[in-house]
Structures are given as C-alpha cells and as structure tokens.
C-alpha cells in the first residue's frame, strides 16, 4: 500500500471539505452536531491526519447541501472562487430588517402602544426604538426576542416560512421558466443561488390580493421616508 499517496489524497479532501463547510458558513462542531462525527475527527480529517469513510462521506455530503461527487472530486479552484456576493447578501439583510420593522411598527401601533411605554417595558431609549422600527438601525435578536414578548408574539412569526429538509434551498429555479428573449442579466439574476431569497420573496408577493400588497407598500413608505 502506498502511504505517501494515500496521504496526499486524505489531504486533498481535507482541504476540500474544509472549503465545502467554510463556504456554508459552519464551524466543525457544528458540523459534528449535525453528522455525529466526532469533532476531533472532523478536524484530522481536514488537516489530513485521518481519511473518511464513504457513508461519512455521504452524511457530511447531505448535511452540506452538497453531492458526494462534488465532496469527493469537486475542483477546488470553483469552491473557492464561488464565493457569495456580499453585497447581495447585505441588500438581503437590509431588505430583512425593513421588513421586520414593519411588523414591529404596525404590531405597536395596532396594539396602542406609545414608542415611551415600550422603550420603558423594554429598557430601551425612545429614539432607539425608533430606529428600530424605521429600519435605520438592525434589531439584535435579544432585543428583538423583549419586543416580542411584549407585544405577545412568537419570534418565530418574523421568520418567513422554510421547508423543513436538510439541504435543500427554498426554492428550485429549475422551475422557473426562462423565456430567450430575456435580458441576459436578468437571466443571470435568476441563475445566481444568492438572488433565491429575493425569488421566494417575489412569489410570495405574488399570491397575495391587492388589498394586502397596498398596505405593505404604504407601510414600506412611511419607514422610508
């Protein structure tokens, strides 16, 4: 048997799992929660130090969201080099947190709070409050779980609904029908895997009635200007 070999290889997949799990954000313990591989494993695995078996292989495969072929042979120069658009990203977590302000303005108000009485329940500066609910400042999740205590609702209710799988994205744009005479850049729009939430949102908003969309943009309006 050849050592050397076998030790190159365990190390190529070493760096290639590790660059599969950054990718997804993870730490190798929470990898480990996830597949019950031992985190000390997990690291020798990465360093190169240990090799992996194939049904490892294919639970880390399912839990990452990846094919086992991609785990195993996958190049690493476009794992490394597909990165996601950060700015895309952020304009998410922008749109997010407008979109949560909105509930928690509406919610205070329909409630007949006074921004005074919930910043005091709350511990909080008025004026933070009102950040908070213009979208000008992002909610941290402690305050935001005090906020919905208050005014009695789930944390959860600000989330927008995921199937409940382990890899899968929220929507399949395989689905969605490309007609040729497109703009090449809206083509790509939909192609691109980081644009899935903003098509998710799109459809979502696409089955409500008139009367539901026109209070969600004047709701939009007034914490937009």
């Known amino acids: 048997m050849n050592t050397q070999l076998l030790s190159i290889k365990a190390k190529k997949f070493g760096v290639r799992l590790a660059a599969l799990r950054q990718k997804k954000g993870l730490t190798t313990e929470v990898l480990s929660l996830w597949t019950g591989i031992a985190n000390e494993k997990l690291q020798a695995i990465e360093q190169g130090d240990t090799t992996i078996t194939l049904p490892e292989i294919e639970i880390v495969a399912l839990k990452l969201g990846f094919s086992t072929e991609t785990l195993i042979a996958g190049e690493l120069q476009d794992l490394i080099s597909n990165k996601p658009d950060q700015a895309a990203v ?51 999740l402690p305050v935001l779980e005090l906020l919905c205590s208050e005014y009695q609702i789930p944390l959860f209710s600000l989330i927008p609904h995921q199937p409940e799988t382990d890899s899968a994205p929220t929507m399949d744009v395989s689905t969605i029908k490309l007609n040729e005479n497109m703009p090449e850049d809206v083509i790509e729009f939909v ?12 459809r979502k908003l696409s089955d409500l009635d008139a009367a539901k969309l026109r209070s969600i943009a004047e709701g939009l309006l007034e914490i937009t200007y």
């Not at 192609?191 to 799109?202: G, S």
């Open 191 to 202: 192609n691109n895997p980081i644009n899935l939430p903003y098509l998710e949102l799109a």
């Open 90 to 140: 952020q304009h998410y977590a922008g749109l997010r947190d407008r979109m949560i302000a909105l509930i928690l303005r509406k919610t205070r108000l329909e409630q007949n709070h006074t921004i005074e009485s919930v910043s005091a329940n709350c511990g909080l500066e008025p004026n933070e409050l009102d950040q908070f609910e213009s979208g000008s400042k992002p909610v941290p």
